[in-house]
């Protein structure tokens, strides 16, 4: 009995440390999933921000397009109003679906800086339905629409934790410049 008394200290020093390492894998465990998922969500809500994204950036190149049809913009392809809406329906539905999914997974600053920007798409639809002719009253709205958007990208970039991005706001070239004769 004494042999066991003996070696009663090491075999408790063997159970605790067994325990010690099984709370340490499990901890460790438990911390990556958490990381993975974390992972997962981010990726995502960065897939749904840019579909969100995508499908409110064809409505606003449809409207680019009618409004140079009006007059109203200099954009190289113009498209009439009879034949733009069926399309500005097509994309107003596809949307849809992506802003369903940004209210479900977009953290709230996202949304709301979503809608402010798809506001102002819509108030640019409805100027392009009126049939209205006003190049600066279009120049307003644009601004409005890039502010939208920008505001959108930097609520993204803060929610997903990316560094800044590029504001997109270059002067364009002419619609349709002159090439010299050779």
């Known amino acids: 009995m004494s042999a066991f008394l003996q070696q009663l200290p090491a075999l408790i020093g063997v159970v605790i440390g067994a325990c010690a390492s099984y709370l340490v894998v499990v901890r460790g465990d438990r911390m990556r999933f958490r990381r993975e998922q974390a992972a997962r969500w981010e990726e995502r809500r960065l897939t749904v921000y840019s579909d969100y994204a995508r499908s409110v950036k064809q409505s606003v190149t449809l409207a680019y397009r009618v409004a140079a049809e009006l007059g ?13 809406t069926p399309l500005l329906a097509e994309v107003t539905v596809a949307r849809d679906p992506s802003g369903e999914a940004l209210l479900m997974l977009g953290a709230p600053a996202v949304v709301e800086k979503a809608r402010e920007w798809v506001v102002t798409v819509m108030a640019m639809e409805e100027f392009l339905r009126d049939g209205t002719q006003d190049p600066r009253a279009w120049q307003a709205l644009l601004e409005r629409q890039r502010a939208g958007r920008d505001g959108y990208y930097r ?5 997903l934790g990316l560094p800044p991005g590029h504001a997109a706001r270059r002067p364009l070239p ?3 410049p002159v090439s010299p004769q050779r």
Do not use: C, I, K, W
């Open 174 to 176: 002419a619609a349709n």
């Open 72 to 84: 109203n913009d200099p954009h190289p392809h113009p498209l009439s109003l009879e034949e733009a």
């Open 155 to 159: 609520a993204v970039r803060d929610d």
